[in-house]
């Protein structure tokens, strides 16, 4: 079980090495996640009051795109000299290399969330100290939600013709209860509601998660053949 | 056949008109059918791909496949019926309202569906995503739709409730009438649209044998 684990981390592990060596993926899915803070504001009269009632939805825009950006690259990168047949060859369970891209793809998102928060608090006028540890789990629990499926359908779009045109109509719908949450339970934590009230979107995004890492976890084997 | 003209009658001439709605209250009836029908559609292609996973037989590809397609076509026949029907009685052709976002994210789900099958080439490859697909977008509809009731609460009118049924016996009557023909008018085309596929194989196959003899 423990040489399982330590797969898993070598493989997320080895992602990460790779980021910060080319940093490709995360100076683009940052630049893109503010840009779109900022074009939406265009959309807004500055400084206009209902400013602070979009604030939540704009920022899981932002927060959601730039995932898929990174998503579309974590699969179709690993096909450059082959990797990825190199990565099945490892003497590793599929699920390994399902859990290890998750775990990775994860902590980029992660990552670009947490650093994406403080442009968010000043381009919105917006002051969250407070409530950060519950925004924070928040964005943990969301990301983590779009990410597991997320990943799983980055391994499908890898495989297909336009995989890059496909990958956000698949996952998009998809994850329809996952923003909805993200959104809703935003709005309260930025309201300064209690958690009791923004709980049940908590429960919603909890169940999502489960379901859809175990749903992915069965349903990985099947696509990584040949 | 027979049944579909006999549902027209019942819902056109034989049900009352309902009291405040007038006459547009008749779609109700076909409305209901491809609804109900639609999510029998899309059951029908989970299932289907799970045996598909598990046996790795073509014909339940074709089946999960088929499926979608009328799936589909329902629910673009429910989301313009609805419209129609809320226009007078709602006051707006659409609104937020959990069922009519969880049909319309449906359909969303199942034409990625499509257009997923349609960028494969490869016939089993395209067979088992699509699968893994059917499954995953089956799994997601009741959250979606909890999500959604909780983000705005439903207006649609809840006739059915548990036991008690709030609706003239006629009415019911021509509903029931409705919803078998929709129910037989989807197994039906289903049979037939798994045959053109099964047919589209063959010729294939003897397409190949015949090139082969050249």
Request: one cysteine or more; proline letters at 3%.
């Amino acid at each position: 079980m423990s040489a399982y684990v330590k797969s898993i981390l070598h493989i997320a592990l080895k992602d990460l090495k790779v980021e910060v060596r080319s940093k490709e993926k995360l100076y683009s899915m940052m630049v893109f996640s503010i840009l779109v803070m900022v074009i939406f504001n265009f959309a807004f009269d500055p400084g206009a009051d209902y400013i602070s009632e979009v604030a939540p939805g704009i920022l899981w825009v932002a927060l959601v795109f730039s995932a898929t950006l990174g998503l579309n690259k974590t699969f179709s990168s690993e096909k450059d000299q082959d990797c990825l047949q190199g990565l099945m060859l490892a003497p590793l369970d599929r699920s390994g290399i399902y859990f290890g891209k998750t775990l990775s793809n994860f902590i980029f998102s992660l990552i670009i969330s947490v650093m994406t928060l403080p442009f968010f608090a000043i381009f919105f006028n917006l002051n969250f100290i407070d409530s950060l540890p519950q925004l924070l789990l928040v964005i943990v629990m969301a990301i983590f939600g779009f990410i597991s499926v997320g990943t799983l359908f980055a391994a499908i779009s890898v495989g297909v013709k336009r995989g890059e045109m496909i990958l956000p109509l698949l996952l998009f719908p998809i994850e329809v209860p996952v923003i909805i949450a993200a959104v809703k339970a935003t709005g309260m934590i930025l309201d300064g509601r209690m958690m009791v009230d923004y709980s049940m979107w908590l429960k919603i995004l909890g169940l999502f998660d489960v379901i859809f890492l175990m749903v992915s976890f069965v349903a990985f084997d099947y696509l990584l053949e040949e | 056949m027979v049944l579909f003209v006999l549902a027209f009658y019942m819902a056109f001439l034989f049900a009352p008109t309902e009291l405040t709605m007038g006459h547009v209250q008749r779609i109700f009836y076909f409305h209901v059918s491809f609804a109900w029908v639609s999510f029998i559609a899309f059951f029908v292609t989970f299932a289907a791909s799970i045996v598909y996973l598990k046996t790795r037989k073509r014909f339940w590809d074709i089946v999960a496949a088929s499926s979608v397609e009328l799936g589909i076509a329902f629910c673009c026949i429910i989301l313009t019926t609805g419209p129609i029907w809320a226009r007078p009685v709602w006051g707006a052709y659409w609104t937020w309202d959990p069922r009519l976002v969880t049909t319309l994210i449906l359909l969303f789900i199942y034409s990625a569906y499509l257009m997923l099958r349609g960028a494969i080439d490869e016939e089993t490859k395209r067979a088992k995503f699509s699968a893994v697909l059917g499954i995953i977008g089956f799994l997601d509809v009741p959250i979606v739709y909890r999500s959604v009731d909780w983000w705005s609460r439903t207006i649609h009118p809840n006739v059915i409730k548990k036991g008690n049924i709030a609706l003239h016996p006629d009415m019911l009557m021509s509903l029931r009438v409705a919803l078998l023909a929709v129910t037989l008018f989807y197994f039906f085309i289903l049979f037939r649209r798994i045959r053109l596929e099964e047919l589209r194989d063959e010729v294939k196959e003897l397409r190949k044998k015949i090139l082969k003899e050249y």
